[in-house]
C-alpha cells in the first residue's frame, strides 16, 4: 500500500493541494453552467430543447452544449465557454504568420505578454458578436424572454454572457498556474466529461423501450474501447532522430562527443488541431444557426436559414470542412511550435549533426520527416473527428449520445488525460515517489 501510486498523489502536499484547487474551479465552473442569464424562462428553455430532442432537430445545441457541458441549452452565464478565447487565439496566431511586423513584436522583450492581452481584447468583441446572436436566437423561442424591453435585455444578455465568458476564461488560467494541466483544456474536458452522465442515461431508456438495438450498442462500445486504445497508442507514438554531437572546447574544458535524439511525436501537435478546428467552425455556425432560426419565423433572409441547414453539425458539408481545417491546423500548429529552421540552427550552433545527412540539408530533411508524420496523423484525427456522423448515421443513435463515444469528444478526453498524467507523473518523480505507471514513467512508444 506504501507504493500505491493514488496514495501517493494524497500524501504529497504539493500535488493534493493542485488537485483540490483544480477541483474547486470545476465546482465553481460547473455552478455557472446552471445560472440563467437575466431576463429568461428556465421552464420555457426546458420546453424548448425538450421538443426539440423528441423531434430530432437538437443538432445546433447539442453541439453547442458539447463544449460547454450543457450551458448553452440552459442559457446560463457560461455558456459560450472558452471558445471565443480559443478562437480569438486562432486569429491572432494566423496573423502572426501572415504578418512580419507582428511577429517581431512577439519576439521581442516583453512580447508575448502584449499578444496575451490582445488576444483578451479580442476575445471581448468575439463574446459581443456571439452574445448578440445568442440574444437573436432566444427571440426565437417561445415565452423565453420575460423582459418586454428587448433592447435592454440584449444589452444586459450581451453584458452577462460576455463577462461570464471572461470569467470562465480567468478561471482557466488559475488553473494553468495553481492547479494541473493546461486550464482551457481542463474546462473543455469538465464539460464534455460533465454530458456523460446523462447520455449513459439516454442511451439505456432508448435500449429498453428498443429504439436502439442493444447489439449495437455492444458493437460501438467495443470500437469506443479499440478507439481509445489506438488514440493512446497515437498520441504516445514517436519518431526519434539521432543527433551527434562532436567534441567541443567550453573555456578550459573539453567535452566528449555524445549522441542524442529528436523526439516527434507521430501527432506533433496532439489535439491542438481538433480543438482548433471546432471552435474555428462554431463561431460562424453560432451566428448563422442564430440568425437561421429567427429567419423561419420572420420570413426573411431565408438564405441565412438554407446556409444554416447546410452547416448542420451532422451534415457532410460540415463534417468535410471539419476535415479540412484539422489538416490545416496540424500543419499550422506543427509549423509554428516545431519550425525545422530553427531546430536545425540549434544544432549547427551545438556543434551537432544528423548521421548521414549533410549539415546544410538537415532542414529540409526535419521538414520532410514531419511532413511524413503530420499527414497520416492529421488524416488520423479527421477520422475519428467524423466518427460521430458515422455512428449516427449506421447505427441511428442520437447526436448527444454518438458526439461523446467517439469523435472530437475522444480525442480531448483522451489527450488532456495523458497531458494531466504527465503532470502529475512529474512531480511524483519530483518528489521521489512511484509513478502512475511501471516504473513511474509514461513512455512514448518508439516507431
Known amino acids: 500500500m506504501a507504493n500505491n501510486p493514488i496514495v501517493n498523489i494524497f500524501k504529497i502536499k504539493e500535488l493534493r493541494n493542485k488537485l483540490f484547487f483544480t477541483f474547486v474551479i470545476f465546482v465553481i465552473f460547473r455552478l455557472g453552467c446552471v445560472l440563467t442569464i437575466p ?5 420555457a428553455l426546458i420546453t424548448y430543447f425538450d421538443d426539440l430532442v423528441k423531434h430530432n432537430k437538437n443538432a445546433f445545441a447539442s453541439y453547442m452544449d458539447f463544449f460547454a457541458g450543457g450551458a448553452f441549452s ?5 455558456m459560450l465557454g472558452v471558445m471565443p478565447y480559443v478562437s480569438t487565439q486562432i486569429i491572432l496566431q494566423l496573423a502572426l504568420i501572415i504578418f512580419p511586423s507582428l511577429k517581431r513584436i512577439a519576439q521581442e522583450d516583453g512580447g508575448q505578454r502584449k499578444i496575451a492581452a490582445w488576444t483578451r481584447i479580442g476575445t471581448v468583441f468575439v463574446c459581443l458578436i456571439q452574445s448578440l446572436a445568442v440574444t437573436v436566437y432566444a427571440d426565437s423561442i417561445p415565452g423565453a424572454i420575460i423582459i418586454e424591453n428587448h433592447l435592454a435585455f440584449r444589452l444586459l444578455a450581451m453584458l452577462t454572457v460576455t463577462t461570464g465568458a471572461m470569467i470562465t476564461v480567468w478561471l482557466g488560467d488559475l488553473i494553468t498556474a495553481h492547479g494541473i494541466g493546461n486550464g482551457i483544456s481542463m474546462l473543455i474536458f469538465a464539460g464534455i466529461v460533465a454530458r456523460l452522465p446523462n447520455a449513459i442515461i439516454e442511451l439505456g431508456d432508448k435500449v429498453s423501450k428498443g429504439e436502439i438495438n442493444a447489439v449495437f450498442v455492444i458493437v460501438v462500445l467495443l470500437m469506443f474501447v479499440g478507439i481509445i486504445a489506438l488514440v493512446v497508442f497515437e498520441q504516445r507514438g514517436e519518431r526519434r532522430i539521432p543527433v551527434h554531437y562532436a567534441k567541443r572546447v567550453v573555456g578550459k574544458r ?17 489535439v491542438i488541431p481538433v480543438i482548433f478546428a471546432s471552435s474555428f467552425l462554431t463561431f460562424p455556425l453560432q451566428i448563422v444557426s442564430s440568425l437561421g432560426n429567427s429567419a423561419e419565423v420572420t420570413a426573411s433572409a431565408r438564405w441565412i436559414a438554407r446556409l444554416s441547414a447546410i452547416l448542420t453539425p451532422t451534415g457532410w458539408c460540415y463534417n468535410i470542412l471539419l476535415v479540412l481545417l484539422i489538416i490545416f ?15 536545425a540552427k540549434r544544432i549547427r550552433e551545438n556543434g551537432g549533426s544528423i548521421p548521414g545527412i549533410r549539415t546544410d540539408k538537415t532542414e529540409s530533411y526535419m521538414q520532410k520527416v514531419l511532413n511524413r508524420l503530420i499527414l497520416p496523423g492529421s488524416l488520423y484525427l479527421a477520422l475519428i473527428a467524423v466518427l460521430p456522423t458515422i455512428i449516427q448515421n449506421i447505427f441511428r443513435f442520437p447526436q448527444s449520445i454518438s458526439m461523446l463515444m467517439g469523435g472530437t469528444s475522444l480525442l480531448i478526453l483522451v489527450g488532456v488525460d495523458l497531458d494531466m498524467m504527465s503532470q502529475i507523473e512529474a512531480v511524483l518523480k519530483m518528489h521521489h515517489a512511484d509513478g502512475l505507471v511501471k516504473k513511474g514513467n509514461l513512455r512514448s512508444h518508439r516507431l
Open 74 to 78: 440552459n442559457f446560463s452565464v457560461f
Open 329 to 343: 491546423f496540424a500543419y499550422f500548429y506543427t509549423q509554428v511550435t516545431m519550425n525545422p529552421t530553427e531546430i
Open 254 to 270: 573539453m567535452y566528449g562527443s555524445q549522441n542524442s535524439y529528436i523526439p516527434f511525436k507521430i501527432n506533433p501537435s496532439g
Open 39 to 43: 431576463g429568461i424562462d428556465a421552464g
